[in-house]
């Protein structure tokens, strides 16, 4: 009986290598870039970060054992980020979503991002397609379902959030070759959710935690932020940014780096506001750059803190 070398043709077998370079095919992949973006873009998530380059480095070695005739199978790929509201997991969901196409698993490599109010209908017959129409769209790449515990809501007997997630499965577990499911949301939310729904926990294979930024790392945050759009803090107005994140970590409704986003937003609202109210003559370019300590202590964060998730936009 003829053993498996001898089933392989002779062109064939000569065409598999006999050896790959790992770090080669990681720095051809261009996956390298990616991380080192994702390095750029967010500050602080080491553990986030550590498990994206160690689920690369799984990948890598799988096209390895593929391209040298092993055997091997595609690994499943959906995921669940488990994390507060601003902690980068929109981010890091579509670098993840281009290192996938960079390495051959997911052919377009785009990041379709939904919420319950795009799969599940209003009335009988509506949620099928609504579902079937968002998954045609993110074949081939990655589909992002943030807030994803909102899609089972056990406690109404007419929701039709069941019916998408019964689609959702099926398709997750015969077209896991063309897509990768990303399901994101509070941590202890998903952790119920996952308890309702079996099917679901079965097909996630991989589970990151994406921990609340320090105050250190939220000021970082606040200053690349300015950075970005050519603005800065002046040496009071950055002291009195320390004392506004001490502050605001600690009231209601806290929302990381999305917290921070909005409230350098007003500090520019209320900075254009003092410039316009108060300029007798020509700005310079260093003023209309500069924050300061006047454009964030009148915050309700200050003056009388954040009684309720209201106070949020005004603070």
Avoid: C, W
Wanted: hydrophobic letters at 40%; a negative charge.
């Amino acid at each position: 009986m003829a053993d498996a070398a001898d089933m392989i043709a002779p062109d064939e077998a000569e065409a598999l290598p006999t050896a790959i370079d790992l770090r080669e095919e990681y720095n051809k992949s261009g996956v390298a870039e990616v991380l080192d973006e994702l390095d750029r873009e967010l500050i602080g998530l080491k553990p986030v970060k550590q498990r994206i380059r160690e689920i690369a480095a799984m990948l890598i070695v799988e096209r390895a054992r593929k391209a040298m005739g092993l055997s091997h199978e595609t690994p499943t790929l959906h995921m669940n980020f488990a994390g507060n509201p601003g902690t980068g997991k929109t981010t890091v969901a579509m670098r993840m979503a281009n290192i996938l196409h960079r390495l051959g698993y997911v052919r377009k490599g785009h990041l379709v991002s939904v919420t319950r109010d795009d799969l599940v209908g209003q009335y009988i017959g509506h949620t099928a397609p609504k579902t079937k129409e968002i998954l045609k769209k993110a074949m081939g790449g990655v589909l992002f379902i943030d807030e994803a515990y909102y899609l089972y809501r056990p406690d109404n007997e007419r929701d039709y959030g069941q019916e998408a997630i019964e689609i959702l499965l099926q398709v997750m577990e015969n077209n896991r070759e063309d897509l990768v499911v990303i399901l994101a949301g509070y941590a202890d939310r998903m952790d119920k959710f996952f308890e309702s729904n079996p099917g679901f926990r079965s097909r996630i294979a991989h589970h990151i935690e994406f921990p609340d930024y320090s105050e250190g790392e939220l000021l970082q945050i606040a200053d690349g932020m300015l950075k970005q759009q050519t603005y800065h803090f002046d040496e009071e107005a950055h002291e009195l940014m320390q004392r506004y994140i001490r502050l605001r970590r600690q009231q209601p409704h806290f929302a990381n780096a999305r917290s921070i986003r909005n409230a350098l937003d007003r500090a520019r609202l209320r900075q254009a506001n003092r410039l316009f109210s108060t300029a007798t003559g020509p700005v310079t370019a260093e003023d209309l750059s500069t924050i300061t300590a006047e454009d964030l202590k009148v915050s309700r964060v200050f003056t009388m803190g954040i009684p309720d998730g209201a106070a949020e936009e005004r603070a």
